[in-house]
């Protein structure tokens, strides 16, 4: 009976361990999450009080509002799981103080009924008796052991006892304490979600006055569409350059192996036919920028690795129109991103090479200068910069600076139009930075 109320005890602490240390860690998480959060809406703040109380509203405003708000509801959601997480942990705390307060009954129970026992028989000459009375010698041995061992139980039916009841006040003191955490979440939660509420209305008033500017922002959008055309035409037609400079490579080398060949062996096949056979084997190994050459192979394989781990091109920012189709809120405008837009809290930041590669191409469209870099068959471009600190052909290494962060269409601060193509075909940018 003893070994069970000890097994039983020995289980309770094993449970309580498992019950308490996972919330802690899931609190720890929760805190950094939040501290990470905090940061990102001082940014977004400092950035919006550049744009905020201008004459002109601008899209930049609208798009920093929105991750305000879409950051202040990551927030609200922390909260509410941590919310849970304490409402759980009371439910099981409770549930435990329950199981341990039965233990401590059946065992105060058993107790009681040892003690009775006791004193009714609590006579010296019944226990000299009982060991007198014994058969044999070895019977006797057994019996003085027997009552030794029924001292021990007793002793320790009142030290589980004890132990018990220490337990259930300490939980129940820790559960006083995730009350309290209770209590200043919820005033958390209040206070948050009047922030979430301000930030809306804000929002709504200014997607109300948008409305009225839809020319000037359908403006923006065509310019920045004629420069993204620029830019990928630009890539394209690298792209057909290094292609037609691989093929001529490769037929040279064709020609040689042949001549070589022709010289050893003197194999009986006739010009026409071995010409032909070597075009189709050239036009087949430069389909794809992946069997140019081994340095080509090496770097691509290397970027391949690198996706979801590539550094942003600006220390500070955050993409303010994503990549693809989207629409202007409360506007009939649409349009298609070919990259991503990142907008800055200032103008002339470091703007960094994400990868190694060769500097392909620059172009200066009069309001803006873009860097174009190869890496193996990735490219990546880098628009609205306002200066340029590499020059065309120039090896660049990752995190290197090429330029420096130019204004905003809208004037509202700095922004970087950035781009990824996988040889002709653009992809979506965000899913190869690191998160």
Same mark, same amino acid.
């Given at each position: 009976?003893?070994?069970? %109320?000890?097994?039983?005890?020995?289980?309770?602490?094993?449970?309580?361990?498992?019950?308490?240390?996972?919330?802690?860690? #899931?609190?720890?998480?929760? &805190?950094?999450?939040?501290?990470?959060?905090?940061? &990102?809406?001082?940014?977004?703040?400092?950035?919006?009080?550049?744009?905020?109380?201008?004459? /002109?509203?601008?899209?930049?405003?609208?798009?920093?509002?929105?991750?305000?708000?879409?950051?202040? !509801?990551?927030?609200?959601?922390?909260? *509410?799981?941590?919310?849970?997480?304490?409402?759980?942990?009371?439910?099981?705390?409770?549930?435990?103080?329950?199981?341990?307060?039965?233990?401590?009954?059946?065992?105060?129970?058993?107790?009681?009924?040892?003690?009775?026992?006791?004193?009714?028989?609590?006579?010296?000459?019944?226990?000299?008796?009982?060991?007198?009375?014994?058969?044999?010698?070895?019977?006797?041995?057994?019996?003085?052991?027997? @009552?030794?061992?029924?001292?021990?139980?007793?002793?320790? $039916?009142?030290?589980?006892?004890? !132990?018990?009841?220490?337990?259930?006040? /300490?939980?129940?003191?820790?559960?006083?304490?995730? =009350?309290?955490?209770?209590?200043?979440?919820?005033?958390?939660?209040?206070?948050?979600? *009047?922030?979430?509420?301000?930030?809306?209305?804000?929002?709504?008033?200014?997607?109300?006055?948008? =409305?009225?500017?839809?020319?000037?922002?359908?403006?923006?959008?065509?310019? +920045?569409?004629?420069? #993204?055309? #620029?830019? +990928?035409?630009?890539?394209?037609?690298?792209?057909?350059?290094?292609?037609?400079?691989?093929?001529?490579?490769?037929?040279? /080398?064709?020609?040689?192996?042949?001549?070589?060949?022709?010289?050893?062996?003197?194999?009986?096949?006739?010009?026409?036919?071995?010409?032909?056979?070597?075009?189709?084997?050239?036009?087949?190994?430069? !389909?794809?920028?992946?069997?140019?050459?081994?340095?080509?192979?090496?770097?691509?394989? +290397?970027?391949?690795?690198?996706?979801?781990? @590539?550094?942003?091109?600006?220390?500070?920012?955050?993409?303010?129109? %994503?990549?693809?189709?989207?629409?202007?809120?409360?506007? /009939?405008?649409?349009?298609?991103?070919?990259?991503?837009?990142?907008?800055?809290? *200032?103008?002339?930041?470091?703007?960094?090479?994400?990868?190694?590669?060769?500097?392909?191409?620059?172009?200066?469209?009069?309001?803006?200068?873009?860097?174009?870099?190869? %890496?193996?068959?990735?490219?990546?471009?880098?628009?609205?910069?306002?200066?340029?600190?590499?020059?065309?052909?120039?090896?660049?290494?990752?995190? $290197?600076?090429?330029?420096?962060?130019? &204004?905003?269409?809208?004037?509202?601060?700095?922004?970087?139009?950035?781009?990824?193509?996988? !040889?002709?075909?653009?992809?979506?940018?965000?899913?190869?930075?690191?998160?």
């Amino acid at each position: 009976m003893l070994k069970k %109320h000890l097994l039983i005890t020995l289980l309770f602490s094993s449970i309580t361990t498992l019950l308490f240390a996972q919330p802690l860690t #899931d609190k720890t998480q929760l &805190e950094k999450e939040r501290q990470e959060i905090q940061n &990102e809406l001082k940014l977004m703040q400092s950035m919006y009080d550049n744009v905020k109380g201008k004459t /002109k509203l601008s899209l930049k405003q609208l798009n920093i509002l929105k991750k305000k708000i879409s950051l202040q !509801e990551r927030y609200m959601n922390s909260i *509410n799981r941590e919310l849970k997480m304490i409402d759980d942990d009371i439910y099981l705390s409770n549930l435990e103080v329950y199981r341990l307060q039965k233990q401590v009954d059946t065992l105060k129970t058993q107790y009681a009924r040892t003690v009775i026992y006791a004193y009714k028989n609590r006579s010296s000459y019944d226990y000299v008796n009982f060991i007198f009375s014994s058969t044999s010698f070895n019977d006797a041995i057994r019996r003085v052991s027997y @009552l030794k061992s029924y001292r021990s139980y007793r002793e320790k $039916q009142v030290n589980t006892i004890l !132990e018990t009841q220490q337990l259930i006040a /300490k939980r129940q003191q820790q559960q006083l304490g995730r =009350k309290q955490q209770k209590s200043v979440a919820l005033q958390s939660q209040v206070k948050e979600k *009047n922030v979430l509420d301000e930030q809306r209305k804000e929002k709504d008033a200014v997607v109300a006055n948008l =409305k009225s500017q839809e020319k000037d922002l359908q403006k923006e959008i065509t310019a +920045k569409k004629k420069k #993204d055309r #620029d830019i +990928k035409n630009a890539i394209d037609a690298i792209v057909r350059r290094e292609i037609a400079k691989a093929t001529e490579e490769a037929k040279r /080398k064709a020609a040689e192996e042949k001549k070589n060949s022709v010289a050893v062996i003197a194999p009986a096949t006739t010009p026409a036919t071995t010409g032909t056979t070597s075009v189709k084997t050239v036009a087949k190994k430069t !389909e794809s920028y992946l069997n140019l050459n081994a340095s080509d192979v090496a770097l691509n394989n +290397k970027f391949e690795l690198n996706r979801g781990k @590539l550094p942003w091109p600006v220390d500070n920012g955050f993409v303010s129109v %994503h990549f693809g189709p989207y629409t202007i809120e409360g506007t /009939k405008l649409r349009d298609n991103n070919p990259g991503v837009t990142i907008a800055t809290p *200032n103008v002339g930041g470091a703007v960094k090479a994400i990868f190694d590669g060769e500097v392909a191409a620059i172009h200066n469209y009069g309001d803006g200068v873009a860097v174009v870099i190869r %890496h193996g068959k990735y490219f990546t471009s880098y628009s609205n910069l306002s200066a340029v600190n590499v020059s065309k052909g120039a090896e660049v290494k990752t995190g $290197q600076v090429i330029g420096k962060v130019g &204004e905003a269409q809208d004037g509202a601060g700095g922004q970087v139009d950035f781009m990824l193509m996988i !040889e002709k075909n653009n992809v979506n940018p965000e899913s190869w930075l690191r998160r």
